[in-house]
């Protein structure tokens, strides 16, 4: 499935929607978590479970100073997120990390999209660039392992 997040009209659906989209990893992460057998395989999935924290704490300040109100929690997404982890326990260990490298496709593309936008400051832009930097170390990471 491909996200339509990073193609809205405004910067403050685009902040609000990124974030949406980091909590939804955050819940996938936490179902991957919870069913790996490999202990190292955890580790790594907490680790990147953290970027996305990071990437949520960095976009909020953004969004709460254009709009005040920030998302504090998963949209509908979510559930297609965690359900393609949960699906993918029969497969064991390697298609949960296949599962979560797709969530992770998904969400590097948001942010690609996001940061190659003209409408952002160059703090900002930093911000977005180094979340997409994240999503593709985490992908490139499980594609290796899975």
Do not use: C
Not at 3 to 17: A, C, F, K, S, Y
Not at 50 to 57: N, Y
């Amino acid at each position: 499935m491909v996200t339509l997040v990073g193609h809205e009209g405004n910067l403050t659906d685009l902040l609000w929607n990124l974030i949406r989209l980091d909590y939804d990893a955050i819940d996938a992460y936490d179902a991957a978590i919870e069913r790996l057998e490999d202990t190292r395989a955890q580790e790594a999935l907490a680790s990147f479970r953290k970027d996305h924290e990071r990437h949520i704490s960095d976009l909020t300040p953004h969004l709460r100073d254009m709009r005040g109100d920030v998302p504090t929690g998963s949209g509908p997404k979510s559930l297609l997120t965690q359900g393609k982890v949960k699906f993918a326990n029969i497969g064991g260990d390697s298609a949960i990390l296949t599962a979560m490298a797709t969530n992770e496709v998904e969400t590097e593309s948001a942010y690609r999209t996001a940061s190659a936008r003209t409408d952002i400051d160059d703090r900002l832009r930093a911000k977005l660039e180094k979340a997409m930097a994240d999503e593709a170390r985490h992908k490139q990471w499980m594609k290796e392992r899975a």
